[in-house]
Structure formats: C-alpha cells, structure tokens
C-alpha cells in the first residue's frame, strides 16, 4: 500500500508502493553522503523473526547494490550455514546505507571507513522504519555502528555485550550483539567469540520456532 514499507520483486525494501520512485527520492536525499557507488538497501525474508543489521555497505556491496556480498558476506554466510540459519530466510540489512569511504592514494580511488556519527544518525529513521515492517523478534547487531544506532551513542561497547539478548523499552524486539564478521579478517583472536554467539543465536532461533509451533 502507498505511503507504507513493501519489499519488491527483487526482495529490496523499499518505501511507498512504488519501489524505484523510492529509492531515487532516498538516494537524492543522502546524495551529499555519496562518494561512490549507490544506497544499499536491505533484502530478505520482511517476515523473518531474525534481522541481521550490519554496519554499511563495502566496495562490492555499493556496486551491486546488496548487503554482504564481500569478503564480509562470504563469512557472513559461513556462521550462518554453521548456526543452522539460511540465509533466505532471514532480514538482511545495515545501519548506514552507503559506502562512507574516503579518496584512496590513486586517483579515482576511494577506501573504507568507519561511518560518522551523523551519516549514522542520518539513516537511523530508515532503518527502524524498515525493522518496523519486518518486525523481528530479534535483531542481531553485527559490530558497534549498528548497536549505536539502535541505542545511541552511549551504547555498550560490542566487547561487553557480544551474544547477550538485550531488551529496550524503545523496541518491540531483542538485540543480539554480534562482533562483525569482518573483525575476524583483522583480528582471529574474536573468531572463537563470533562462533560461539552464531551457535548462540541459531538455537535461540530454532526455540523461537518451536514456541511458534506449540502454540
């Protein structure tokens, strides 16, 4: 229906019943963020009990225009095949919807970096607009962007609170926090941590599906 969140025939979500339209009115309204390729919108199962919520697009990502198709989204797959959860079956997007990147040392080249607290604030109303339509029963924040962007930036540090379910009086839905899955390309020392909150998550999931059915 017009004026609401709907997901197209591709599985992107997009605002009002007419997708592109959409997307060209948000692209045109974050235009003065954008150094390169395009918004990333999220994609998946809108009525998944699980969304996953990265922290912004990659090189790849903002190319092809999806979430986790990089080096992040090979192993993002990989803990989701080891947690038991298919990726189809489950709501994939992130905080911020471009690729926040700065010029690189050759010309005509840009590289990664972190995003900046108002390039977070400024897609904070689309991404709870987006979990409002999916409406999850639990959000797994990968890395501290997105948990600062559901919580603010007085969020706990992900460290502190990786893999424990927590409950906000702001939101419908559990967060989960999550170590990124690029951490683990800089720092093997958190993939044992990563692994162990992906089977967490997985079993969490799979006793959400048996209350389901029980009732």
Same mark, same amino acid.
């Given at each position: 229906a017009d004026g609401g969140l709907g997901l197209d025939e591709a599985g992107h979500l997009g605002v009002g019943g007419v997708h592109h339209q959409q997307v060209h009115a948000l692209f045109a309204d974050l *235009?003065?963020?954008?150094?390169? =390729?395009?918004?990333?919108?999220? %994609?998946? /199962?809108? /009525?998944?009990?699980? #969304?996953?919520?990265?922290? *912004?697009?990659?090189?790849?990502? !903002?190319? $092809?225009?999806?979430?986790?198709v990089g080096t992040a989204g090979k192993n993002l797959d990989a803990l989701l095949a080891m947690a038991d959860i298919r990726r189809e079956e489950i709501y994939i997007t992130n905080a911020v919807k471009f690729r926040?990147?700065?010029?690189?040392? &050759? #010309? =005509?080249?840009?590289? /990664? &970096?972190?995003? #900046? *607290?108002?390039?977070? !604030?400024?897609?904070?109303?689309?991404l709870l607009k987006e979990l409002s339509v999916v409406q999850p029963e639990i959000v797994a924040t990968l890395g501290n962007t997105p948990l600062r962007a559901?919580?603010? %930036? !007085? #969020?706990? *540090?992900? =460290?502190?609170?990786?893999?424990k379910l927590l409950k906000t009086d702001e939101f419908p839905f559990q967060i989960f926090p999550l170590y990124h899955p690029a951490s683990v390309i800089y720092n093997r020392a958190l993939s044992d941590a990563l692994e162990e909150d992906m089977r967490a998550l997985g079993e969490l999931m799979r $006793?959400?599906?048996?209350?389901? !059915?029980?009732?």
């Open positions: *235009a003065e963020f954008v150094v390169f =390729g395009q918004c990333v919108f999220g %994609q998946g /199962n809108e /009525n998944s009990p699980l #969304a996953l919520v990265g922290e *912004a697009p990659g090189r790849f990502e !903002a190319e $092809q225009g999806l979430p986790f926040p990147a700065r010029p690189g040392k &050759r #010309a =005509g080249t840009f590289t /990664n &970096r972190p995003p #900046a *607290a108002k390039e977070i !604030a400024r897609c904070r109303d689309y559901l919580l603010g %930036q !007085a #969020a706990p *540090a992900i =460290g502190g609170v990786h893999g $006793q959400n599906e048996s209350a389901d !059915a029980s009732v």
